[in-house]
């Protein structure tokens, strides 16, 4: 009887702290798709508590409906909506694949356009100081994730951190240091590998 108390007693303020997460959501994912694409910079953090491991490096990305750029650890990553392309100029060297829906789902940085989507079950943590710290648990298990945590401030409805824990130990920290409008709205293939820019360029195929 207890527990049939408590758990009655705690339905609506879970139920309040879910509506306030989504609102909270929303309200970063409107001033987004308000853009007419986005221009992020950001630092990447690689860190394994467990090993003691911390790696971090700056980054650049550029998201516009579906697709993105993603410019990292001296790699350039493409996504047109329909092909991945991952060019290495170190070794002059382009990998196209098909995106695997079970992997890239979750890890499409184009996730801040949806971040509140049928894919997360969402929980308020806290609220504090103009910033908010909202916990998404996927739905379905995934292979890698097992939650994801944003931070936005929530007088700006911008997003400035996000944080993915790995079932691995493994976590990834996305510290965004800036989130505006490029100065010149890129078009289709701004994302997608130019070969023929690049003739020196070995193309392998994973398709």
Same mark, same amino acid.
């Given at each position: 009887?207890?527990?049939?108390?408590?758990?009655?007693?705690?339905? %609506?303020?879970?139920? #309040?702290?879910?509506?306030?997460?989504?609102? +909270? !959501?929303?309200?970063?994912? *409107?001033?987004?798709? &308000?853009?007419?694409?986005?221009?992020?910079?950001?630092?990447?953090?690689?860190?394994?508590?467990?090993?003691?491991?911390?790696?971090?490096?700056?980054?650049?990305?550029?998201?516009?409906?579906?697709?993105?750029?993603?410019?990292?650890?001296?790699?350039?990553?493409?996504?047109?909506?329909?092909?991945?392309?991952?060019?290495?100029?170190?070794?002059?060297?382009?990998?196209?694949?098909? %995106?695997?829906?079970? #992997?890239?789902?979750?890890?499409?940085?184009? +996730? !801040?356009?949806?971040?509140? *989507?049928?894919?997360? &079950?969402?929980?308020?943590?806290?609220?504090?100081?103009?910033?908010?710290?909202?916990?998404?648990?996927?739905?379905?298990?995934?292979?890698?994730?097992?939650?994801?945590?944003?931070?936005?401030?929530?007088?700006?409805?911008?997003?400035?951190?996000?944080?993915?824990?790995?079932?691995?130990?493994?976590?990834?920290?996305?510290?965004?240091?800036?989130?505006?409008?490029?100065?010149?709205? %890129?078009?289709?293939?701004?994302?997608?590998?130019?070969?023929?820019?690049?003739?020196?360029?070995?193309?392998?195929?994973?398709?």
């Amino acid at each position: 009887m207890t527990c049939c108390l408590l758990a009655w007693a705690s339905a %609506p303020l879970t139920a #309040q702290t879910e509506a306030r997460a989504r609102a +909270i !959501l929303d309200n970063a994912v *409107n001033k987004i798709k &308000a853009y007419p694409a986005v221009e992020v910079v950001f630092s990447l953090t690689m860190e394994n508590k467990v090993e003691g491991v911390r790696e971090s490096y700056p980054g650049k990305a550029y998201m516009k409906e579906n697709m993105y750029r993603i410019e990292v650890m001296d790699v350039v990553n493409y996504f047109d909506g329909e092909l991945i392309y991952t060019y290495m100029p170190e070794v002059e060297e382009v990998n196209i694949r098909l %995106p695997e829906e079970e #992997q890239e789902d979750l890890l499409d940085p184009t +996730i !801040l356009f949806d971040i509140y *989507n049928q894919k997360f &079950a969402r929980r308020l943590l806290e609220e504090k100081d103009g910033k908010a710290r909202v916990e998404l648990t996927p739905k379905t298990p995934h292979k890698q994730i097992k939650t994801i945590e944003v931070q936005i401030n929530v007088a700006t409805n911008l997003v400035e951190r996000v944080t993915s824990f790995g079932k691995d130990d493994n976590d990834i920290i996305i510290a965004i240091a800036s989130l505006k409008p490029p100065a010149q709205t %890129p078009d289709a293939t701004f994302f997608r590998f130019d070969a023929d820019a690049h003739p020196n360029v070995e193309v392998i195929d994973l398709r």
